[in-house]
């Protein structure tokens, strides 16, 4: 496994993602190495987690270079390894897919996760190698994975490829205190949640101007965790906006059971997000059977199907609409509870870490059923053209 920051899962649905699957693989009697960024994780780690073997390589720690330069290291290192699948992660690390497909000794098989060349923090020039990276992944690997439907209708239509949906897994919830939530300023059932990176298309700055908009008897408090993602600015725009608001806590990313006990005592889960793959943070939430107030992008909408009490959507981007969500998400917090386990319970029967197992080892066996790309995985005539 190629392209994550690294074990074990810290932040980063991509991370998460590696982890339970790989795991899985482990228990199934396969052999499982993740490469990992030494500046990632907890570094007192040894030399294996849950069975997977980790093998730390260095790269250049900057948002630009540190996904690809690490992937570069470790597609060099992956060469000299005899690995019967080299499985990239991620559209930006897998710009890197062609060496080892080059290589030929391992089948190369790619998950996207989410389509990298539309998030905000990206300038004109790291937008348009994200494009070219989008492209490769099409056409590069012998199978590549997407974890939602809508990026699946995407490949579909943009690179006449159909690709493996493999979706993420709900893991499902343990016990929690709600004593792991002391410092954080926040009382069990009584704030909404938002766990997140701090970028921009997570939309953290849209969540807080609808949350200013309602008025203060009706808002609970609002937790917002999450971090610096090489997104300094916009950092520092949340936190003007939050130092504004006295009942908004941003405690940075938190870990183990106190985030778990923020999942498991929040009384309603908000993704404000205007680009997302297949989003682990809304599957957590789902798994504690909390309320959810989703934007309207695609695969909101492939999860929640219509705004319902415990599945509230809004119009992606826009504020207002996300402040008249909260406000009918608040207004009567029994059916909203009750809503929210119905949710939950649906999501839970609809995606689990087994299957999503089942569909990447089914991924692996057509890859190395096949030497090279068929015409079928070739982009249509419109499109060379």
């Known amino acids: 496994m190629l392209g994550c920051r690294g074990l074990p899962a810290t932040?980063?649905?991509?991370?998460?993602?590696?982890?339970?699957?790989?795991?899985?693989?482990?228990e199934r009697g396969h052999e499982v190495s993740v490469y990992c960024r030494p500046?990632?994780?907890?570094?007192?780690?040894?030399?294996?987690?849950?069975?997977?073997?980790?093998?730390?390589?260095?790269?250049?720690?900057?948002?630009?270079?540190?996904?690809?330069?690490?992937?570069?290291?470790?597609a060099a290192h992956a060469a000299r390894e005899g690995y019967d699948?080299?499985?990239?992660?991620?559209?930006?690390?897998?710009?890197?897919?062609?060496?080892?497909?080059?290589?030929?000794?391992?089948?190369?098989?790619?998950?996207?996760?989410?389509?990298?060349?539309?998030?905000?923090?990206?300038?004109?020039?790291?937008?348009?190698?994200?494009?070219?990276?989008?492209?490769l992944s099409a056409f590069v690997p012998s199978r590549t994975i997407v974890v939602a439907q809508a990026l699946h209708d995407f490949y579909r239509e943009r690179y006449g490829v159909d690709t493996a949906y493999v979706p993420n897994g709900v893991t499902p919830?343990?016990?929690?205190?709600?004593?792991?939530?002391?410092?954080?300023?926040?009382?069990?059932?009584?704030?909404?949640?938002?766990?997140?990176?701090?970028?921009?298309?997570?939309?953290?700055?849209?969540?807080?101007?609808?949350?200013?908009?309602?008025?203060?008897?009706e808002r609970p408090r609002l937790l917002v965790v999450g971090g610096n993602s090489f997104t300094g600015d916009y950092v520092a725009q949340v936190q003007a906006q939050a130092a504004a608001l006295p009942d908004v806590a941003l405690p940075g990313y938190l870990y183990g059971d106190q985030l778990q006990s923020a999942y498991a005592h929040a009384r309603l889960f908000v993704q404000s997000s205007t680009l997302e793959g297949m989003p682990l943070t809304v599957l957590e939430a789902a798994a504690h059977d909390r309320p959810l107030v989703l934007s309207d992008i695609p695969v909101h909408v492939q999860l929640l199907g219509a705004d319902r009490p415990g599945g509230r959507l809004f119009r992606s981007g826009d504020a207002a609409s996300l402040r008249d969500a909260l406000r009918r998400a608040l207004a009567d917090p029994q059916a909203e509870a009750q809503g929210g386990r119905a949710v939950g319970a649906a999501l839970r029967d609809r995606f689990s870490w087994d299957r999503s197992v089942d569909g990447t080892l089914a991924a692996y066996e057509h890859a190395l059923?096949?030497?090279r790309p068929s015409a079928a995985r070739r982009a249509p005539t419109a499109a060379r053209r």
């Open 39 to 74: 500046h990632y994780g907890d570094r007192s780690q040894g030399t294996h987690y849950r069975g997977m073997r980790r093998v730390v390589l260095p790269g250049i720690p900057s948002r630009r270079l540190d996904a690809l330069s690490h992937t570069a290291v470790a």
């Open 85 to 135: 699948i080299v499985h990239y992660h991620a559209v930006g690390p897998g710009a890197i897919s062609p060496l080892s497909r080059a290589a030929g000794r391992g089948k190369v098989v790619l998950t996207v996760h989410g389509l990298d060349f539309a998030r905000e923090k990206w300038g004109l020039g790291a937008r348009m190698a994200l494009q070219a990276s989008a492209r």
């Open 173 to 217: 919830a343990g016990p929690s205190s709600a004593q792991a939530l002391e410092g954080l300023g926040v009382a069990p059932d009584d704030y909404l949640l938002s766990v997140g990176r701090l970028v921009p298309e997570k939309g953290a700055h849209l969540l807080l101007e609808a949350y200013a908009g309602l008025e203060a008897a």
């Open 369 to 371: 059923c096949r030497s």
């Open 11 to 26: 932040y980063g649905g991509v991370e998460r993602h590696v982890e339970e699957i790989g795991a899985r693989l482990v």
